[in-house]
């Protein structure tokens, strides 16, 4: 019977470091073989990122082998002649009366519209107001002028 118990006793401190051993992690490799693996995992993402790019561009390339281009509607093509026309009318502006010429201009309007009856009728008053002024300077022109647009 002391024997059994010393033999189970030896097999328990035998077999004790075997179940003490931490398992949860794995041993490192060197740190040369650990680099080699980096190297490979990235050299493999590149490849399969570069592979996703290529056919992403054969997709693309064969949808747009497939559609037609759209020819431009009607009211299209008379904004882009217009746009021709506005653009060599603008030769030669710059900077905000290019802005302001192409605004109109692609609106329709050339500045060379005829003002209105209204329009010309405050123009001519403006005119001989003008006239009569001469001479007047400073507080007394503006009255007069005031007083002589309004009629």
Do not use: W
């Amino acid at each position: 019977m002391k024997s059994m118990i010393a033999v189970v006793i030896c097999s328990l401190f035998a077999l004790s470091p075997a179940y003490a051993q931490d398992k949860a992690e794995p041993k490192k490799a060197a740190p040369a073989v650990e680099k080699k693996a980096e190297i490979k995992a990235e050299k493999k993402a590149e490849i399969n990122t570069a592979e996703k790019k290529a056919e992403k561009a054969e997709k693309k390339a064969d949808m747009k082998a497939e559609k037609p281009k759209k020819e431009p509607s009607e009211a299209q093509k008379k904004q882009q002649e217009r746009m021709k026309d506005c653009n060599a009318k603008a030769d030669g502006k710059s900077g905000d009366d290019r802005k302001k010429f192409m605004s109109s201009c692609l609106k329709g309007d050339d500045g060379k519209k005829e003002p209105s009856a209204a329009q010309k009728k405050q123009q001519e008053r403006m005119k001989d107001c003008n006239v009569k002024a001469e001479g007047k300077s400073g507080d007394d022109r503006k009255k007069f002028m005031s007083t002589c647009l309004k009629g």
